[in-house]
């Protein structure tokens, strides 16, 4: 028999997950394993619908989906892949558009084409930290040359009257690390 059921909790079993669900009265709870797409795994909210089908033994249940609102943001190709809390509220989605896009978005993060991209920030960071040991080596030189500065005389021909010396950078980039994406 084919039907709605109504998720209640799940274990796992022989390392295979299995729902605890209601099918068509308070007292009519069924424990059946879950089939999803290989590499997939989740865990519903209570009380969301899931479709439950008889195999030819018909002691046995198999969980094929459950029944969720769609994302009405979704093109023709695209997917979308999302997490929620206890009370089914959407806290993080992956979307791969159907353009080669990925977005993220999350309570924590939100990358989309055009507002930011992701980087990886180890080599992001060491050139970075290049780029600023190279300029502050320059601030150095400057320094010593502005200190001895005499206005005037042979090695100043073109300078003004007077010499400033510069700073060294305090740039720091660690706030732009977004701890909760990882590339490879």
């Known amino acids: 028999m084919n039907a709605i059921g109504t998720y209640i909790s799940n274990t796992i ?15 009519d709870v069924m424990t059946a394993y ?13 009380g969301a619908k899931l479709i439950h089908i008889s195999t030819t033994n018909s002691n046995e249940n198999v969980i ?8 009405d943001s979704l093109n023709v190709g695209e997917k979308v892949i999302y997490s929620t809390d206890q009370d089914g509220n959407v806290k993080a989605k992956i979307y791969l558009r159907n353009d080669g896009t990925i977005e993220i978005t999350g309570d924590n993060i939100v990358m989309q084409e ?4 992701a980087v990886k920030y180890s080599k992001l960071e060491s050139e970075f930290n290049e ?9 150095g030189k400057w320094n010593t040359f502005a200190t001895v500065y005499v206005p005037g005389g042979p090695s100043t021909q073109g300078l003004p009257a007077s010499v400033t010396t510069a700073t060294e950078s305090t740039a720091d980039i660690t706030k732009t690390k977004v701890e909760t994406i990882k590339l490879p």
């Open 13 to 27: 079993e022989s390392k295979f997950r299995k729902f605890k669900f209601r099918r068509f009265g308070r007292d």
């Open 34 to 46: 879950v089939g999803t797409q290989h590499g997939e795994d989740s865990v519903p909210v209570p």
């Open 64 to 71: 094929i989906c459950t029944v969720h609102k769609a994302d």
């Open 114 to 117: 055009g507002e930011d991209y």
């Open 131 to 139: 780029l600023k040991d190279k300029f502050n080596d320059l601030v």
